[in-house]
């Protein structure tokens, strides 16, 4: 994953700051590794995963 990617689409409304949205797009990536990497999400669908990334980072954004 491209955390340059994900810092854009972090920033692109204005109300995360460049630096802000960097440090947000390591984290959602950590979360991406750790997701994916776990061997408890080995029986997991793909769809499955996905989720629970995404409910992760939804979280973070909502602090």
């Known amino acids: 994953m491209q955390t340059e ?3 854009a689409v ?3 409304d204005g109300r995360i ?3 802000e949205a960097a440090t947000l ?3 959602v ?3 991406t590794f750790v997701a994916m990497s776990a061997t408890i999400n080995a029986a997991k ?3 499955e995963i996905i989720e629970e990334i995404a409910s992760r980072v939804r979280v973070m954004l909502s602090c």
């Open 5 to 7: 990617a994900v810092a």
């Open 10 to 12: 972090l920033g692109r």
């Open 17 to 19: 700051g460049r630096g």
């Open 25 to 27: 797009a390591q984290i």
């Open 29 to 31: 990536s950590a979360i």
């Open 45 to 47: 669908a793909v769809d």
